[in-house]
């Protein structure tokens, strides 16, 4: 059975860093990625990775403030997110996929984990 279970949320205040932590456990993925929620609006992908090859992509908003990483051998995602802004407030979920495609959009993704609330104030 997948299990993806997020850890490392919390508050911080603008400009400020958080890093959030998944770690995976059952079938091997093609894709992982990490989406966030807000109240009020869509799910919406921000960065993604394909375990293979190490390919990153990431959300045209979060481009050079946020890195995705993995750690292969422990099975465990990584969310470096800086320079935070208010709009990063939101819920953030780990993924995983077995396909390729879609790497940032939540209808491509087979396993969720539970989330963990992100906020960040001005």
């Known amino acids: 059975q997948v299990q993806l279970v997020e850890s490392g949320g919390g508050s911080v205040q603008a400009g400020g860093s958080l890093r959030l932590s998944c770690a995976g456990s059952g079938y091997s993925y093609t894709k992982m990625g990490w989406f966030r929620q807000a109240p009020g609006k869509p799910r919406e992908g921000v960065a993604g990775i394909y375990t293979g090859t190490g390919t990153t992509v990431y959300a045209d908003s979060v481009k050079g403030r946020f890195t995705i990483s993995q750690d292969n051998a422990k099975r465990t995602l990584f969310l470096q997110m800086d320079s935070m802004k208010p709009e990063d407030t939101a819920m953030y979920y780990c993924?995983?996929?077995?396909?390729?495609?879609?790497?940032?959009?939540?209808?491509?993704?087979?396993?969720w984990g539970q989330g963990t609330q992100v906020t960040v104030s001005s």
């Open positions: 993924a995983a996929a077995r396909g390729a495609l879609g790497i940032l959009r939540p209808r491509s993704y087979d396993y």
